[in-house]
């Protein structure tokens, strides 16, 4: 097996872990989304540079996500319409500001934080969302931080002292 694979389990075997046991006792419900954000940093290439731009990405998905709930509540058509007008209206305005933004916004990111957003709180509604806009976003922070960027550290610190 190759020492880079071997520092990768243990890397994602030891720090997702911890925070999956932290986020419960720091009142986050939803600590399984830095998992999916980390993703989105790793697809990157586990650009440390980005880091900033994929965060302010995912912090525009829970605006937009809480945007797009009151809207899909407070139009004064039919749920499918108003469902339809505003993913369509938003999803195109977020690539727009995206693309006119892209040294600070990084579009999958917006994109996939999003969709989280809409899929935790969808179904609770804007009334009943309370703090998850700021657990997501905070759980979203930690996904790039902590094990996009820390398991890439930890990973290369194990190797470093293998060498």
């Known amino acids: 097996m190759k020492k880079e ?56 998905a829970i605006l937009w996500a809480v945007i797009a709930l009151w809207s899909m509540e407070n139009l004064p058509f039919s749920a499918d319409i108003n469902t339809f007008a505003t993913l369509a209206v938003m999803g195109f305005a977020a690539v727009l500001i995206a693309n006119a933004f892209e040294k600070w916004i990084y579009l999958p990111a917006v994109l996939c934080g999003w969709a989280i957003g809409l899929t935790i709180m ?33 990973c290369k610190l194990l190797l470093k002292g293998r060498e």
């Open 122 to 154: 969808g179904p609770l509604g804007t009334a009943g969302m309370g703090t998850l806009p700021i657990q997501i976003g905070v759980a979203m922070l930690v996904g790039v931080w902590y094990v996009g960027w820390g398991v890439d550290a930890f």
């Open 5 to 60: 694979v071997l520092a990768l389990a243990v890397g994602i075997g030891l720090l997702p872990p911890i925070w999956a046991v932290l986020s419960g006792y720091a009142g986050i419900t939803c600590g399984a989304v830095a998992l999916i954000c980390a993703g989105i940093y790793v697809a990157n290439g586990n650009k440390v540079e980005d880091g900033p731009k994929i965060s302010i990405g995912f912090l525009m």
